[in-house]
């Protein structure tokens, strides 16, 4: 999976300086309270600013994430006890697979795929219903985190609203989607599904690195 590059400053903290990961840099403030950091797109950008005087920056909007450092702080981190699923289609309809990760380390969990004549949408309600049957059967309390909220929707009706036609060529697909909604309805889970912050994060870590 590619991801742009980031860079952090943090101004006030346990550990002032530039990091060039997410993990270092949440190292360097965590439990420090009144933190100063931000994130910037280059590292000229962030030594430039480190240089400077945060309030230079503060309620600016983040040049790697269109984020003020305010809301940045409001969303938080991602909750690392969980799984992140997410889906790709190679055109729409297209060829689609879905996959879901460990969100912390990317250890791939499971993958289904590809199918043919599949919708993105398809994919993302899949996932997350094969996450549900994962995370139950193994008595699991973490969380699923996707970047769908329409996919979340259809989760929470206990249905797959497509538009997309069945035809013979994605019979399978449908077989799966069928089955995923009878799981809906004769099971119960106490699992959250929550939305993943992409702005605030970057691409969910199971993303397909196709963009």
Same mark, same amino acid.
């Given at each position: 999976?590619?991801?742009?590059?980031?860079?952090? @400053? =943090?101004?006030?903290?346990?550990?002032? %300086? =530039?990091?060039?990961?997410?993990?270092?840099?949440?190292?360097?403030?965590? %439990?420090?309270?009144?933190?100063?950091?931000?994130?910037?797109?280059?590292f000229d950008m962030a030594k430039?600013?480190?240089?400077?005087?945060?309030?230079?920056?503060?309620?600016?909007?983040?040049?790697?994430? %269109?984020?003020?450092?305010?809301?940045?702080?409001?969303?938080? !981190?991602?909750?690392?006890?969980?799984?992140? @699923?997410?889906?790709?289609?190679?055109?729409?309809?297209? *060829?689609?697979?879905?996959?879901? =990760?460990?969100?912390?380390?990317?250890?791939?969990?499971?993958?289904? %795929?590809?199918?043919?004549?599949?919708?993105?949408?398809?994919?993302?309600?899949?996932?997350? @219903?094969?996450?549900?049957?994962?995370?139950?059967?193994?008595?699991?309390?973490? *969380? *699923?985190?996707?970047?769908?909220?329409?996919?979340?929707?259809?989760?929470?009706?206990?249905?797959? !609203?497509?538009k997309l036609e069945e035809t013979?060529? !994605?019979?399978?697909?449908?077989?799966?989607?069928?089955?995923? *909604?009878?799981?809906?309805?004769?099971?119960?889970?106490?699992?959250?599904?929550?939305?993943?912050?992409?702005?605030?994060?970057?691409?969910?870590?199971?993303?397909?690195?196709?963009?």
């Amino acid at each position: 999976m590619s991801k742009k590059s980031k860079f952090y @400053v =943090v101004w006030k903290g346990k550990r002032p %300086g =530039v990091y060039t990961t997410w993990d270092d840099c949440k190292a360097a403030i965590t %439990g420090y309270k009144g933190a100063q950091y931000k994130s910037f797109a280059t590292f000229d950008m962030a030594k430039k600013a480190y240089n400077s005087d945060y309030a230079s920056y503060k309620g600016k909007k983040s040049p790697s994430s %269109g984020l003020t450092s305010e809301q940045l702080q409001k969303i938080g !981190n991602p909750n690392y006890h969980s799984i992140a @699923v997410d889906a790709a289609s190679s055109g729409n309809p297209g *060829i689609m697979e879905y996959q879901g =990760v460990d969100t912390k380390t990317g250890k791939k969990l499971f993958r289904q %795929g590809p199918f043919q004549q599949g919708t993105n949408n398809i994919g993302e309600f899949l996932a997350i @219903v094969h996450g549900l049957a994962f995370l139950k059967q193994r008595n699991s309390d973490r *969380i *699923i985190y996707t970047d769908s909220r329409t996919a979340m929707s259809w989760v929470r009706k206990k249905t797959c !609203n497509t538009k997309l036609e069945e035809t013979p060529k !994605n019979k399978e697909l449908f077989d799966l989607v069928r089955r995923a *909604i009878d799981w809906l309805n004769k099971n119960t889970y106490t699992t959250k599904v929550v939305k993943w912050e992409t702005k605030a994060w970057g691409e969910i870590p199971a993303d397909f690195g196709r963009k």
